[in-house]
């Protein structure tokens, strides 16, 4: 059974600081790992997907990938108030043709 | 202006009804997916279409149904086995090029059961 774990929150950062979003899967066979935002009654939007260990920038945004613990994360520097979403990570095995698990989401609010 | 689209945006389904989900893409993309989300909840994957005139189930495929005639067409049937259906449910599609594969989601259909 693949499972990927996220904190659901509320998590609760300041505008403009870093915002730190974590998830953890269980299959050591996934490949592909995809962070989208969910605005409130919306459907999910890409924001950036990594595959290779490591550090993966687009302009606000960084993905983490460490596959030896099976651990992705996303930072968002400053941070908006636009920012407040809920935040899924997403898993594949392979490069996703196969469809994605998802995590239940971290639900993250920006303070002004 | 190319993109997915689902309709109809809000349902209602009495029990006991099949009701039928409507997903069209104009991306060109080979693979279409169908997710359902619930309150709190991630999406979880109901079925996928890879190629026209074949799909395979996905985690939680009892009580749907679908086809793919057509490149730019999946539809989804909720029948009246599917004993939870109110749900968001959530089409997606993807360039299934053998690499990493970026899905993308249309809008959504939000079905209620009265």
């Not at chain 1, 920012?83 to 994605?100: E, K, N, P, R």
């Not at chain 2, 890879?50 to 495929?61: P, R, T």
């Not at chain 2, 149904?65 to 999946?74: A, G, H, I, L, M």
Request: aromatic residues 12%.
């Amino acid at each position: 059974q693949k499972e990927v774990e996220q904190n659901s929150g509320p998590l609760s950062v300041p505008e403009g600081a870093i915002a730190s979003l974590n998830c953890t899967y269980s299959d050591r066979g996934s490949q592909s790992f995809f962070w989208y935002r969910q605005y409130s009654g919306k459907s999910p939007e890409l924001i950036m997907f990594i595959y290779s260990n490591g550090d993966k920038e687009d302009g606000r945004f960084t993905a983490q990938l460490n596959k030896a613990s099976q651990y992705v994360s996303l930072l968002i520097r400053d941070s908006q108030p636009s920012d407040s979403a809920t935040y899924l990570c997403a898993v594949a095995y392979g490069g996703g043709a196969d469809g994605l698990t998802f995590g239940k989401g971290t639900h993250l609010i920006i303070q002004p | 202006d190319g993109g997915i689209t689902q309709s109809p945006k809000y349902l209602f389904r009495k029990e006991g009804q099949n009701v039928t989900l409507s997903c069209e893409q104009n991306l060109n993309h080979d693979a279409m997916y169908w997710y359902r989300q619930d309150p709190g909840q991630g999406l979880r994957l109901i079925y996928y279409s890879q190629i026209v005139n074949d799909f395979q189930k996905g985690d939680i495929a009892e009580g749907y149904s679908v086809s793919r005639e057509k490149k730019e067409s999946f539809p989804l049937t909720v029948t009246s086995a599917q004993k939870n259906p109110t749900a968001f449910y959530l089409c997606a599609s993807s360039m299934a090029t053998g690499g990493t594969d970026t899905q993308y989601f249309g809008p959504g259909t939000r079905l209620t059961v009265l």
